[in-house]
């Protein structure tokens, strides 16, 4: 991981993105891009050479903005800024700006905050839903509650598809900052037939990061996220991956609209969102 596009609307709920993003500059050599996306007032009267004069000026005050913004953050967590720079882009579109910008800079992680409380829609907020549909860069989604602290541990929600695949990926993003990596299995009776513990020697062997196994029964009244969020509660990891498809509304499924705000850890956990590759 070289490269993080730190995205803000300069709201109070973006400072969390932007705080765990120089939260994990102190822990790995990274550069943090800052990335503002903002729609150009023009009035309809104007010349084509005034409007392009007109966009560059109010784009150079939302780069100064974004600079004294990002500045702000440095001080309050009292860190000395390592390799970054701010970006500003005008577009219509903040969710195609960010995933077009990510995509052709070669960008390693998006890191973005959520919105707030209410349903889960808008918890994550719309921007963030279609970058996490859309987006073949990985993913972080970081409560807007959140405080800076260690990060110690990430929970990986697995379905055990690509398992070595996808545990190597998760390995790899978390190189060198001596973070332990447990792995999370909801199953139904039928599907393991091996002996637990046996997998579990298995994956640790191959896997010299993986901490902690849990493979927990499936329970239909609980569903996944409310089996997840109870394993969350219980072991309090830093950060919960998932991998993901692209082309299916995967929070839809995780969540239900109806219950999606009990789940304490969409409020309180970063999630980091990889696209699933494989089959």
């Known amino acids: 991981m070289e490269k993080i596009l730190v995205t803000t609307d300069f709201s109070n709920h973006s400072k969390a993105g932007l705080r765990f993003a120089i939260q994990l500059a102190t822990r790995k050599e990274v550069e943090l891009v800052f990335f503002h996306c903002f729609q150009a007032l ?18 150079a005050a939302h780069l100064y903005k974004l600079e004294k913004f990002v500045a702000a953050q440095y001080k309050a967590l009292k860190v000395t800024p390592g390799p970054n720079r701010c970006a500003v ?9 960010i995933l077009d910008y990510a ?30 549909f859309k987006s073949t860069v990985p993913v972080l989604v970081v409560p807007h509650t959140y ?23 998760v390995e790899g993003f978390f190189q060198s900052m001596e973070v332990k990596v447990n792995l999370a299995h909801f199953y139904f009776p039928s599907q393991i037939s091996l002996d637990q513990d046996s997998l579990k020697a298995m994956w640790r062997q191959k896997h010299k990061c993986l901490d902690e196994v849990f493979l927990e029964k499936f329970e239909l009244d609980e569903g996944f996220a409310g089996l997840l969020d109870r394993l969350i509660k219980k072991t309090k990891p830093s950060i919960i991956a998932f991998f993901t498809q692209t082309n299916k509304t995967w929070l839809d499924k995780l969540f239900s609209s109806s219950r ?20």
């Open 147 to 169: 405080r800076v602290k260690t990060i110690k541990t990430v929970l990986y929600a697995s379905d055990l598809e690509n398992i070595n695949e996808e545990l190597s990926t």
């Open 260 to 279: 999606s705000e009990t789940y304490s850890f969409v409020t309180k956990t970063p999630m980091l969102v990889f696209h699933k590759t494989g089959k």
């Open 42 to 59: 023009i009035p309809t009267s104007l010349h084509r050479n005034r409007i392009e004069n007109d966009v560059r000026e109010q784009t």
């Open 103 to 132: 995509q052709r800079n070669k960008f390693d992680l998006i890191c973005m905050s959520t919105r707030g409380a209410g349903s889960i829609q808008k918890i994550i907020g719309t921007n963030t839903s279609t970058i996490i």
């Open 89 to 97: 882009l005008e577009d219509l579109s903040p969710q195609s700006a």
